[in-house]
């Protein structure tokens, strides 16, 4: 079994005076340990990206129409978009998944696939997002794209989202999930003004409350009320992918709402996880806790598309490098 004291060990051995590389060492602990092995690997990695929409945005919590979740769909197939541009960057395989998106482009790009489950969840300030059944279909999908992502050979993985008004969900499931309080769960998101914030606001207190009623006798149920498909897709993929011994860098705030999902649903699934960075998102630092995880960068980002998790990437590498390339004291005669 390797631990952290094993990994200190290691690194304390090797050509430097111990513990010179700061935080970049409590990098390589976690990463050895997740990986069981003191030569950890980042080769090869991917990112898969998961769409849908969200019927809340007819209730006004997003500055932005469901439309663009569509033109995003088609920005990141034809290699534009921001993740594309980072993953692209960061030698990692991008994979996009419609799970449900209104407006979908026809997509042709080899990396994409269709998989929708129902065109946008319905609204949760009326009612529940989606039947258990589409929950577990979202599931379903994500574990399979994990698995996929095993299979060949990916040893990191990188779920991200894509959905104009996911910051609602992913608010609620924070303060299901992790018990935020709401205030401190419902950000800007994209951008939202503040009768937007209001209603959020309001709409988040309202579907926690009835959600919590059924947390315990139903879990999925009370989860299924308040998620969307790509969040449930992205939690699938996160407790597949744990169970199969990838290493999950997590990105943003939607992303760790699947991945409190995940954690309720899968325990022990977060162990796997390397907290990419807390986002601008007020409820995320609350999420995370929960988790169990401390972010590696406070940037103040704020996009999903898996961007966060892409910007850290390169962190992971150096550990490994710093793990598997330096001599020891020994070797040098020092
Ligand atoms: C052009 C554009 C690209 C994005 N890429 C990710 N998001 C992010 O913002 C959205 C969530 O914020 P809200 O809940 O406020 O709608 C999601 O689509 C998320 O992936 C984007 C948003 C926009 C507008
Ligand atoms: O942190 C995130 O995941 C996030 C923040 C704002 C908008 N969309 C996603």
Redesign the pocket.
């Known amino acids: 079994m390797i631990d952290v004291e094993a990994v200190r060990k290691h690194l304390d051995a090797l050509a430097k005076p111990p513990r010179s590389m700061g935080r970049l060492e409590d990098l390589a602990c976690q990463l050895a340990v997740v990986q069981q092995r003191l030569d950890p690997v980042t080769r090869p990695r991917r990112v898969v990206l998961f769409a849908g929409d969200h019927g809340v945005?007819a209730s006004g919590?997003?500055?932005?129409p469901s439309a663009?979740?569509g033109?995003?769909v088609a920005t990141i197939a034809g290699g534009r978009?921001?993740s594309s541009a980072l993953a692209k960057a960061q030698d990692c395989d991008l994979r996009l998944i419609d799970v449900g998106v209104i407006d979908p482009p026809s997509l042709v790009a080899d990396f994409a696939r269709i998989a929708a489950i129902a065109p946008g969840t319905s609204d949760l300030a009326d009612g529940p997002a989606m039947t258990v059944q589409q929950f577990d279909a979202a599931w379903a999908i994500g574990a399979e794209e994990a698995e996929a992502a095993l299979a060949g050979g990916h040893r990191v993985l990188i779920a991200g989202?894509?959905?104009?008004?996911?910051?609602?969900p992913a608010a609620c499931l924070t303060v299901l999930l992790a018990d935020a309080p709401v205030d401190g769960a419902v950000g800007?998101?994209?951008?939202?003004d503040d009768a937007m914030m209001t209603r959020k606001v309001r709409i988040v207190t309202a579907a926690t409350a009835r959600a919590r009623a059924m947390l315990d006798a139903d879990p999925r149920a009370a989860i299924a009320a308040v998620a969307g498909f790509e969040i449930a897709a992205m939690a699938g993929f996160f407790a597949a992918a744990a169970g199969g011994g990838a290493t999950l860098l997590l990105d943003g705030y939607?992303a760790t709402a699947g991945a409190l999902i995940a954690e309720r649903l899968a325990p022990g699934t977060a162990r796997t996880m390397i907290a990419a960075h807390r986002s601008a998102e007020p409820g995320h630092a609350a999420a995370l806790a929960h988790l169990g995880l401390e972010p590696l960068l406070e940037w103040d980002m704020r996009?999903?598309?898996g961007s966060g998790a892409l910007v850290a990437l390169p962190l992971l590498d150096s550990a490994a490098a710093l793990l598997s390339g330096v001599a020891t004291l020994a070797e040098i005669g020092a």
Do not use: D, P, Q, Y
């Open positions: 945005v919590v997003s500055a932005w663009v979740t033109m995003m978009a921001t989202e894509m959905g104009i008004g996911n910051t609602t800007r998101g994209a951008g939202a939607v996009l999903g598309e």
